[in-house]
């Protein structure tokens, strides 16, 4: 079964400085992957989703991620972190042979001053 | 807004009782999921209905039951309720079925039990 590691559950950046919350996903075949964010009492946003082609996906709020097949990984980056930014971020997967997706425990960013 | 939306944000009761969670999908979507969202287990799928009908089950307790209407709302019941059942609960809605979909989230409704 599909299965998504977020290593880290806290991630303190200033702002302005480049961020990057790591993602490993365990499957056997091309996963669709995606990326939520969470911010305090709302539900869950869609910031990109990869599913085939370019590894190197665009999403909103200045976010991107790189599906790297041989790490198992889909991080997600943004080169300057607004406090905006502070909120839950979840990695998820999911399978061409279900319906539902996996989550991972989250990441936790905090953005100082 | 996802344009998901969830009755009631909040509900306060008490072991032993059942409540029930309401979900209206986006516009023009077919699918919808439940979610449970825990401190300790973190975002679970429940269930997943598809134009009426039930397409997948997830981590979903026997004392849990849902439904999606004929206007494709959902519901989704919970009953002989635990302490444990305190949790967010979140609904999802996307046109098709399949996992490459995007879902939508709803706020969620948050529930604590007694």
């Known amino acids: 079964a599909q299965s998504v590691t977020q290593p880290d559950i806290h991630i303190t950046v200033s702002e302005g400085a480049s961020l990057e919350l790591r993602c490993n996903y365990s499957?056997?075949?091309?996963?669709?992957l995606f990326w939520y964010v969470q911010s305090p009492g709302q539900g869950l946003q869609l910031l990109l989703k990869?599913?085939?082609?370019?590894?190197l996906v665009q999403g909103i709020k200045g976010f991107e991620a790189e599906f790297k097949r041989s790490q198992s990984s889909f991080n997600l980056r943004k080169p300057s972190v607004h406090w905006s930014d502070a909120a839950e971020y979840f990695c998820?997967?999911?399978?061409?042979?279900?319906?539902?997706?996996?989550f991972g425990k989250g990441t936790s960013l905090l953005v100082t001053p | 807004d996802s344009g998901v939306t969830q009755t009631p944000k909040h509900l306060i009761t008490a072991t032993g009782q059942r409540v029930t969670l309401r979900c209206s999908p986006r516009?023009?979507?077919?699918?919808v999921y439940w979610y449970q969202q825990s401190l300790d287990q973190g975002l679970q799928f429940l269930i997943q209905?598809?134009?009426?009908?039930?397409?997948a089950k997830g981590n979903i307790l026997e004392r849990f039951s849902a439904q999606q209407f004929p206007d494709l709302h959902s519901e989704l019941n919970l009953s002989s309720l635990e302490l444990g059942d305190s949790a967010l609960y979140f609904c999802?809605?996307?046109?098709?079925?399949?996992?490459?979909?995007?879902?939508?989230f709803g706020p969620g409704t948050r529930l604590l039990v007694l």
């Open positions: 999802a809605s996307s046109v098709g079925q399949g996992a490459s979909e995007t879902q939508y």
């Open positions: 499957y056997g075949a091309t996963p669709y």
């Open positions: 990869y599913f085939s082609g370019d590894t």
């Open positions: 998820a997967v999911g399978s061409n042979s279900g319906y539902a997706l996996n």
């Open positions: 516009s023009g979507d077919l699918s």
């Open positions: 209905y598809y134009n009426g009908e039930e397409r």
